[in-house]
């Protein structure tokens, strides 16, 4: 715990971090394409059977049809968040490096004054 603390300030590297929320982008993207060609197909087949009088086979891709759309809104919120988090990344390195080294240099003074008060205490004795 204390060798985290007193190496100073560690930080992953922005590029690496950068590319996972590239890559988890595009990976969402790629799915929203494919829920939308869900989304297609299951309208398509709804009129299908409606126009063939099947209302119970053609309420049942409507319910397919909404899970679908209920997942798409959910990789967009999941997308939003992620550009999110590119935007405040940087704000959040910097004030997280500095908290980092007031706390490290807080425990350096606690533990001279404690060190020195233990000399001085075994001086006495």
């Given at each position: 715990m204390f060798s985290k603390l007193f190496h100073g300030c560690?930080?992953?590297?922005?590029?690496s971090s950068s590319d996972k929320r590239k890559q988890t982008?595009?990976?969402l993207g790629k799915k929203e394409i494919i829920?939308?060609?869900?989304?297609?197909v299951e309208v398509e087949r709804a009129k299908e059977f409606t126009r063939a009088k099947k209302k119970q086979a053609a309420m049942q891709c409507l319910k397919r049809?909404?899970?679908y759309e209920g997942q798409m809104e959910q990789l967009c919120?999941?997308?939003s968040h992620i550009r999110d988090q590119e935007q405040?990344?940087?704000?959040?390195l910097s004030v997280q490096c500095g908290q980092v080294q007031q706390m490290t240099s807080n425990l350096k003074e606690n533990?001279?004054?404690d060190a020195f008060v233990v000399w001085k205490l075994e001086k006495f004795l």
């Open positions: 560690r930080q992953e590297s922005p590029k982008l595009e990976m829920l939308q060609k869900k989304i297609s049809k909404k899970f919120s999941f997308q405040k990344l940087p704000q959040k533990l001279d004054k």
